[in-house]
């Protein structure tokens, strides 16, 4: 079957980094994507990780080791906006085409 | 200039109506979605669309049919609403030719079933 970790809360102050991690166990990956969903909105395209590495973009990094299953998303200089749930991805083969397997996201608290 | 739109943003309705969702893309994408978000934050996939035909179809009772009219429309009809069956539902599409074939989502619709 396929399976997805991630920490279910989070709290962080203004201005710090914080890492979150997702741990994943799929069957036919093809990559990983990070969504940001505030509360009462639309989940939102963050970043994409197809190869094994870290992948930055401004304030948001997010890295993937596909031979440990794993991958998590680094936020710097932490803003109260990004008060948020963050929804790990993993994409898999299906059948002939490609579907999103999705996590139960992090609930980040973002304090002042 | 809105990129995946719903409509309407609210439905509420008695149990055992008929309803339904409409979604349009403007991005020219050739892959349409609709997802269920319960309560738990749990998104679901349920159904997947590419150039008007059926690709995906989770295990959704036979109440849930979606249409497809063009490839920038994806609508979501539900006959004989259940209790069960309150969610938001997000439309979402993608370009499922592009190595990333990243899915944008819409601004979902909050379904209350009474």
């Known amino acids: 079957g396929q399976n997805i970790d991630q920490p279910t809360e989070m709290t962080a102050t203004e201005g710090a980094i914080v890492q979150i991690n997702c741990t994943y166990q799929?069957?036919?990956?093809?990559?990983l994507f990070w969504y940001q969903q505030h509360a009462g909105e639309a989940p939102t395209f963050l970043s994409y990780?197809?190869l094994d590495g870290l992948e930055e973009k401004g304030r948001f990094s997010s890295f993937l080791s596909r031979s440990k299953g794993y991958s998590y998303l680094l936020l710097k200089e932490l803003q109260m906006k990004d008060s948020a749930s963050y929804l790990c991805?993993?994409?898999?083969?299906?059948?002939?085409?490609?579907?999103?397997?999705w996590g139960l996201g992090t609930s980040l608290a973002v304090n002042p | 200039d809105t990129a995946v739109s719903q409509t309407p943003k609210y439905l509420v309705t008695q149990m055992g109506n008929d309803k339904s969702i409409k979604c349009e893309q403007n991005?020219?994408?050739?892959?349409m979605y609709w997802y269920k978000q319960d309560s738990k934050k749990f998104l679901k996939i349920m159904f997947s669309?590419?150039?008007?035909?059926?690709?995906i179809n989770e295990t959704v009772p036979n109440r849930f049919s979606p249409k497809s009219p063009d490839k920038a429309h994806l609508n979501l009809h539900i006959n004989s609403l259940e209790l069960g069956d309150s969610a938001v539902y997000f439309c979402?599409?993608?370009?499922?030719?592009?190595?990333?074939?990243?899915?944008?989502f819409g601004p979902g619709t909050r379904l209350t079933v009474l």
């Open positions: 991805a993993p994409r898999i083969n299906a059948g002939n085409n490609r579907k999103l397997i």
């Open positions: 799929t069957s036919g990956f093809n990559g």
């Open positions: 979402a599409s993608s370009q499922l030719t592009n190595l990333a074939d990243t899915q944008y």
């Open positions: 990780n197809v």
């Open positions: 669309y590419n150039n008007k035909e059926l690709i």
């Open positions: 991005l020219g994408h050739d892959t």
